[in-house]
């Protein structure tokens, strides 16, 4: 099996606090990790693509200081949303790509007050 | 531009056949289709793949035209638990392990008692 897990399922935090969000591979090793981001009742859109050892490739109009994205380890990938806004409230799912297929995690709610 | 296309919403009574279409008039020749879905506040869930033969596992059957221009998930017998978005995405197997995941509108299937 590849099963991606995610880490928290919600979350709730206050404005101009920081959120971090745990992505791992739990049975096998991911070299690369994506991050998407989800609206309601919009498609997943790729935020940023994760690479072991090495930065994160961000899409075009995320910004990579807002969004720190650390690939520490071949099972781990965190996203840390800084100075959350409540416009950053969305649906946030990671994703790790094993030989040639993606398997995504759960999802992350994260909600801004 | 857009590799698939796909109706926006479909319905579906409990118990009968749930049948998705999906348009890639474009397909190239080494491009598989694959089918995920995406149940609400989860990730998305992996179904079913296939080249050009029809495919039929535990989940659902894929049905792809002889000219490969459209294809056909079958849900055999839907239940209210096959409520989510359905979505069909062609790529190829690479090798090199480059593939990202990309996700167009899909179809938001609603299955109703």
């Known amino acids: 099996g590849a099963v991606v897990s995610q880490h928290p399922s919600w979350v709730i935090c206050k404005s101009g606090t920081s959120v971090k969000i745990e992505c791992r591979s739990l049975d096998f090793q991911a070299t690369t990790m994506f991050w998407y981001r989800q609206f309601p009742k919009q498609s997943l859109m790729l935020m940023a693509t994760?690479?072991?050892?090495?930065?994160?490739?961000?899409e075009q109009g995320v910004e990579k200081d807002k969004f720190l994205i650390n690939h520490a380890s071949l099972t781990l990938s965190t996203l840390t949303v800084t100075s959350a806004h409540p416009e950053d409230s969305s649906f946030y799912i990671c994703s790790a790509r094993k030989s040639t297929e993606a398997f995504f995690g759960q999802g992350t709610r994260l909600t801004v007050v | 531009d857009a590799k698939t296309t796909q109706p926006p919403s479909m319905d579906c009574a409990e118990g009968r056949a749930a049948n998705l279409p999906c348009n890639h008039s474009t397909i190239s020749g080494n491009e598989y289709v694959y089918w995920y879905r995406q149940i609400h506040s989860q990730g998305p869930q992996y179904i079913i793949h296939?080249?050009?033969n029809n495919e039929t596992n535990e989940m659902a059957s894929l049905i792809i035209t002889e000219d490969r221009k459209s294809s056909t998930l079958i849900l055999p017998h839907a239940t209210l638990r096959d409520t989510a978005v359905y979505y069909c995405i062609v790529r190829v197997l690479e090798s090199g392990g480059s593939y990202i995941p990309t996700f167009g509108r899909g179809t938001s299937l609603i299955v109703h008692p």
């Open positions: 296939g080249l050009k």
């Open positions: 994760s690479n072991e050892g090495s930065k994160a490739t961000y």
